[in-house]
């Protein structure tokens, strides 16, 4: 398969003025026309296998991919020449949102492309709708590339071109013009949308100047510190496998987990934490031991094999060896003295006494408080009516001690 491509023309142009030359800035945006490039094989191989199905056995797509490669290019510059023009029809004809992203919009014309490319066969069958479409489109783009037929370097010449004709609002590629190629060259090296690579071991990604800072935040072969905030710092790509393996800070459960102890404690931290907690550990390991045993009778075991120890119990590393070591230090204290207590039927009974008694005493105090209540009312009430009967025979006294004055009056 021959190479057939689209060679850019050179940035320098005639500004009407005779003599008098404009040097064009030619930087873009790299990743945006790696993307574009991508596009650009799928889509022949559409084309090329929807142009060739059911034609005959020597129709392949191979055979028509040199010449639908130059007609796609063509095609493809026609409508970025004219993309323009285009957009403004569509926005007075239509009230449709059309993306502005120069990926959108080539890929679009790719999709368009191929579209036309299809034969009558495909056009009137299922053939488009179909899962053999797909397989056929992907193995022929993928012997596409493995046989270097469309290199992606000349890809993404054509991909430049295009990019800058659909970029009308020069987000994308660099507009700047200048009147020298001294003053050109003075920019190039401080143009927003000059080529870098990343400077981290390993990583082979290139983008331009503007986007340095939004790779630095996402590049997988950047050294950063430990998300666990240990003392390491890891490459960005390997932070998830140092987090859950190695990192010291990773939470883990207590070495004694298997005996009752639910602390989980970073990784660093456990052979203190062993160490502080021995005598609660010692406790677990008894229970298990002693079944009926209440924790003051276990707390005294405690301090008797800690005493016996020598020692022996801090160099445990887990539930196993811990409760093998108590149990023989237990065994050779002999039996674990028990303070006696109470079963259960006991307890309840004790506790259903308790509770009755509570409630008689309370009735007894609300019959008591209620009497003396009553008792008050009627002797109140009582000292009422005195007083009222007291009041009424003073008031009887006055009135007839007034008519004997005033007939001792009429009289005189």
Not at 257 to 264: F, N, R
Request: glycine share 4%; aromatic share 6%.
């Amino acid at each position: 398969m021959e190479n057939v491509e689209l060679v850019p023309e050179k940035e320098k142009i005639e500004d009407g003025k005779e003599g008098c030359l404009e040097y064009h800035c030619d930087q873009y945006d790299t990743e945006i026309v790696h993307k574009v490039a991508q596009v650009f094989l799928p889509g022949l191989a559409s084309a090329c296998v929807d142009n060739t199905t059911g034609v005959g056995i020597f129709s392949t797509p191979a055979s028509v991919a040199v010449n639908l490669r130059k007609e796609m290019i063509d095609y493809l510059t026609q409508r970025s020449e004219s993309f323009v023009a285009e957009s403004v029809i569509l926005e007075d004809s239509s009230n449709t949102e059309v993306s502005d992203h120069p990926y959108d919009i080539i890929a679009d014309f790719v999709d368009d492309f191929a579209s036309l490319k299809r034969n009558l066969f495909s056009r009137v069958s299922g053939w488009v709708m179909s899962e053999k479409r797909e397989d056929n489109i992907d193995d022929f783009a993928q012997e596409m590339e493995l046989n270097g037929f469309w290199l992606v370097d000349r890809r993404e010449v054509v991909a430049q071109i295009l990019v800058k004709n659909v970029d009308f609002k020069n987000l994308f590629h660099c507009d700047k013009k200048f009147n020298s190629a001294a003053e050109l060259a003075d920019h190039v090296n401080n143009c927003e949308f000059r080529s870098m690579n990343c400077t981290n071991d390993g990583c082979t990604a290139i983008f331009c100047a503007s986007h340095k800072e939004n790779h630095g935040t996402s590049c997988p072969f950047k050294i950063i510190p430990c998300e666990q905030k240990c003392s390491d710092n890891i490459m960005r790509r390997e932070m998830d496998r140092h987090c859950i393996t190695v990192c010291p800070m990773k939470l883990v459960n207590c070495p004694f987990y298997a005996v009752g102890c639910q602390s989980t404690i970073p990784r660093y931290m456990i052979q203190q934490h062993c160490l502080d907690d021995l005598q609660l550990h010692l406790v677990y390991a008894l229970k298990n031991i002693h079944k009926g045993a209440s924790e003051e009778d276990l707390k005294q075991r405690v301090d008797q094999i800690v005493l016996s120890s020598s020692g022996q119990l801090e160099a445990t590393k887990d539930a196993r060896s811990l409760t093998l070591r108590v149990r023989d230090l237990d065994a050779k204290l002999g039996p674990l003295e028990v303070n006696p207590t109470k079963n259960a039927s006991e307890n309840s009974v004790e506790a259903a006494n308790n509770i009755t008694d509570k409630s008689d005493k309370a009735e007894n105090k609300l019959i008591r408080e209620s009497s003396e209540v009553r008792n008050d009312s009627i002797e109140n009430s009582t000292n009422l009516t005195e007083a009222i009967s007291e009041n009424s025979r003073e008031i009887s006294n006055l009135i007839a001690h007034d008519l004997e004055e005033k007939k001792s009056e009429v009289s005189t």
